[in-house]
């Protein structure tokens, strides 16, 4: 079915269903006017769902085997041959003066920092619609005193919505992944922080979950916030960080903040 092997050390995992691809489409309800990026498109087989909709879409690919195919089959289609973690977000946001939609069956073994990556993006970034891998998805939409609840639950619930669209078998790839997947719906959100107190609520959310056995006064003592540990801290300082709150992380950080 398709010329090229998937290549491991790009986590690529072709989904072959075309039912799938609709529906992850309509998820994303493109529309002609959208600034869109297709993370990872591949062969294109969700590509020709969207294209349809948003002629000027744009594919960012990694690999170099599959753009001159891509480019016979869609002969519209803006093809950057990159890897997205290293792609300039601001630069194509200036030129096409528009807000960027985002949508890709993304590689499971770099979710985590290509949603890292959004999330230092997020001014510039009006959603994003992903195939990931299933328990990803719900450990981003862990809630507190869980074993799922982590960094990325805390970081995305408060930078975005999130909707968790619906699960996806793997036997609907090639090759066939040894996990279930998950369609996930991210909406970015305005926030309360400023720009520099949201930097302290990121670290703080990490260094809180270093340890996520110890309690946050352990875990804050072996991090850069050791000198901000008071007795006048909003918040219990012998819980652990699984059992705060967005909120409570969110107070931490203003203390911090005030504190620095």
């Known amino acids: 079915m398709y010329e090229h092997k998937a290549l491991k050390k790009f986590g690529q995992n072709y989904l072959a269903d075309k039912n799938i691809l609709r529906k992850i489409a309509d998820e994303v309800a493109p ?19 969207i294209i349809e909709k948003c002629p000027q879409m744009t594919a960012v690919e990694i690999d170099s085997r599959v753009i001159e195919e891509l480019g016979k089959k869609f002969p519209h289609l803006n093809i950057i041959n990159s890897d997205i973690l290293d792609f300039d977000f601001t630069a194509f946001s200036k030129k096409a003066n528009s807000k960027i939609r985002v949508v890709g069956n993304i590689p499971y073994n770099l979710t985590s920092p290509i949603l890292f990556k959004l999330v230092e993006n997020k001014q510039l970034i009006n959603d994003a619609v992903f195939l990931v891998q299933d328990e990803v998805a719900k450990r981003i939409n862990a ?27 793997p036997n609907v790839f090639i090759p066939k992944p040894k996990v279930n997947s998950a369609v996930i719906h991210l909406t970015f959100k305005n926030t309360p922080l400023n720009a520099e107190t949201e930097k302290i609520f990121i670290k703080i959310v990490k260094a809180g979950f270093g340890n996520r056995r110890k309690t946050l006064k352990n875990s804050l003592s072996n991090s850069i916030f050791k000198d901000v540990i008071q007795n006048d801290l909003p918040i219990d300082l012998s819980l652990r960080a699984e059992q705060l709150s967005v909120n409570d992380f969110i107070e931490l950080a203003v203390f911090a903040a005030s504190k620095l």
């Open 31 to 49: 529309t002609e006017s959208d600034t869109l990026i297709e993370i990872g498109p591949g062969y294109g087989a969700l590509t020709s769902f």
């Open 143 to 169: 809630k507190q005193n869980t074993k799922e609840y982590g960094i990325l639950a805390v970081l995305l619930q408060y930078f975005a919505e999130i909707k968790y669209c619906f699960k996806v078998s």
